[in-house]
């Protein structure tokens, strides 16, 4: 593993910030936050259900997706993530309608992101939710995630991050 990667934050990044990227109001953090990826300031972690969610974007999100694949850790939906998103349905942080929200924060969990980055503030990015899936996170002896919006993460032009 080259030395850009290993400093890179492991950072699981959901279906909103590649859509982000065409979004006036999302778009000038979701791109930069692409252009450190690249950089090597993330190591950007995807999994089955993302490409799946993708696969029915707008083809310009399809391929900004396929662009980071080739560099991308893919992340893999067994027992032990099922096992987690079913402890955190079970704790009611979000419903079984939403299921795939606890599905990708535990994929991030499992697969060791040190950060999610999201803007779906409902069910993921959310001051009382962040909390709640690493309590769950602790009780099933896994790391706390960091949960946040890209703009939240990114670094900015005079090298200060907010």
């Known amino acids: ?13 959901d279906a909103s910030v590649f859509g982000g990227v065409f979004d006036d109001e999302f778009c000038e953090a979701s791109a930069r936050f692409f ?17 799946e969610e993708i696969a029915d974007a707008p083809p310009e999100v399809q391929k900004l997706y396929d ?30 309608k939403w299921a795939d929200d606890a599905l990708h924060v535990a994929l991030a969990t499992v697969g060791g992101a040190d950060l999610i ?7 993921i990015v959310h001051v009382d939710k962040a909390p709640r899936y690493n309590a769950v996170n602790r009780l099933h002896g896994f790391s706390e995630v960091a949960i946040h919006a890209p703009n939240e993460v990114i670094e900015y032009e005079d090298g200060e991050e907010i």
């Not at 990826?37 to 993330?42: L, M, S």
């Not at 980055?117 to 069910?123: A, D, K, L, Q």
């Open 1 to 13: 593993m080259n030395a850009r990667l290993r400093t890179a934050r492991r950072t699981y990044v």
């Open 35 to 51: 252009e450190q990826a690249v950089g090597g300031r993330f190591l950007i972690l995807t999994s089955a259900l993302i490409a």
């Open 67 to 96: 662009s980071h694949i080739a560099t991308a850790e893919i992340l893999v939906i067994d027992h032990v993530v099922l096992d987690l998103q079913a402890a955190y349905l079970g704790a009611a942080i979000v419903t079984s």
């Open 117 to 123: 980055v999201s803007w779906n503030f409902r069910h």
